[in-house]
Each structure stands twice: as structure tokens, then as C-alpha cells.
């Protein structure tokens, strides 16, 4: 079984359409959370995630927004929580409100969490993976870094897919990975995608300026 593996799309339409186009043939698609937060398509890209049964647990965007709580937000994350509320109707936020923290899928081989198995608002890096993450679980599959990593190890895999929606690792294309649990493998791929449409689209919406900028050197 190959499964697409997504995470922190953060309302990015243009880097989430240009992964999905990239997207190789799979039998399933999982997101690590955060559709919304930052950019200025919580919308449709809530849309574009409900639209094909994708598999997600919340982000501490996605839990902010239905809350309406802000958490201990940055300027920019905040502004971006305000703008979801602000478009998002009461579906769309029931939905928010209603994903997990956690999910156990295919015969609860794959463990999804956004943060960290023990706390979903932890932030758990690469230099933090460890094999005593995975419990019982074949594969765990995190986000919240925005950082793509995956280890493999005797007891199985650590995965980030990376953001889609705001990457953190010094790479601005949209990040992505390709789980197959019959090998036991994982494929991390990245995809360009328009940028300058998005820091437009952010002026646009009157949201920080630094949240589109940020986007050209994956900061």
C-alpha cells in the first residue's frame, strides 16, 4: 500500500493544487494537520481536503480557529486564526473542531499526530526522532516543524512529510512524502509552485506582509 503523506498545507491553495497535480498514484492520502493558519485560502483548501476523504488530525491552527483562541501566537499566526474565522463558515468550523488529535489507520500500522505522541502542541525535530516514538505503531507521521525528515529504523519509521503551505527548512517548495507500507519505504518530495501568486493573495487579504516573503526562502 502506498498512502500520500501531508501536513501544514496552512491554507496555501497554490502549494497544495501543485501537490496534488505532483501526487503519484496512491491507495491513500493522510494530512499531520493544520489546513488552515497564515495564508488566505482556509476555504478551499479545507475543501480540497474534505472533497477526497483525506485522513487528518488537528493542528494547533486547526484547534485555534475552532476554539477561538489564539494560543501563545506570533503576530502572523494570529492574524491568520483571525482571517479563518473570518472566512470559514459553521461547517467548515464544526469540521475544524471535530478532527482528533490523534489517528490510528491501516489496521493501526500508521500513527498520525501533529506535534509529538505525548503533547500535539510539542514541537518534535529531526534530532528529536527516536524509535521509542512509535509505540506500537509500525509508522508515526508528525508535522508542526515544518521540517521534512524521515528515519528508518528496526522497529519502523519517523516521518514528517514537511509543510506544504509554509516551509521552515530552507527549501521553498511545497514538501511531501510517499509512504509504502509494504516495503517499509518512504519518498520525500518536493514541488515548486507559484509563490508570487501567494504573496499577492496575502496583500490582498491585508494580512502580514512577512507571511508571504517568508515563502521565498522557506523560513
Known amino acids: 500500500m502506498r498512502i500520500g503523506v501531508l501536513s501544514d498545507v496552512h491554507a496555501n491553495l497554490p502549494a497544495l493544487e501543485a501537490v496534488l497535480d505532483d501526487l503519484p498514484d496512491v491507495d491513500a492520502i493522510v494530512n499531520a494537520g493544520d489546513v488552515v493558519g497564515y495564508n488566505p485560502w482556509p476555504g478551499e483548501c479545507l475543501a480540497a481536503i474534505r472533497e477526497r476523504a483525506i485522513a487528518s488530525v488537528g493542528g494547533n491552527h486547526d484547534r485555534a480557529v475552532a476554539s477561538e483562541s489564539n494560543f501563545r501566537f506570533n503576530s502572523m499566526a494570529a492574524a491568520g486564526v483571525r482571517h479563518a474565522r473570518e472566512k470559514l463558515n459553521d461547517d467548515q468550523i464544526d469540521w475544524l473542531a471535530g478532527l482528533p488529535d490523534e489517528r490510528s489507520c491501516f489496521d493501526d500500522r500508521v500513527r498520525i499526530v501533529h506535534g509529538h505522541p505525548d503533547d500535539p502542541d510539542r514541537y518534535t525535530y529531526p534530532e528529536d526522532f527516536s524509535p521509542s516514538l512509535l509505540g ?28 506544504i503551505g509554509q516551509p521552515r527548512d530552507r527549501d521553498p517548495r511545497a514538501a511531501y512524502a510517499i509512504l509504502d507500507l509494504e516495503e517499509m519505504d518512504v519518498e520525500c518530495h518536493r514541488v515548486e509552485y507559484d509563490v508570487e501568486r501567494v504573496i499577492e493573495a496575502v496583500d490582498a487579504a491585508g494580512l502580514p506582509e512577512k507571511i508571504g516573503e517568508r515563502l521565498r526562502t522557506g523560513r
Request: hydrophobic share 35%; proline share 7%.
Open 136 to 163: 506500537d505503531a509500525d509508522v508515526l507521521v508528525l508535522g508542526h516543524t515544518h521540517v521534512q525528515h524521515a528515519e528508518r529504523y528496526p522497529e519502523g519509521i519517523v516521518l514528517n512529510p514537511g509543510s
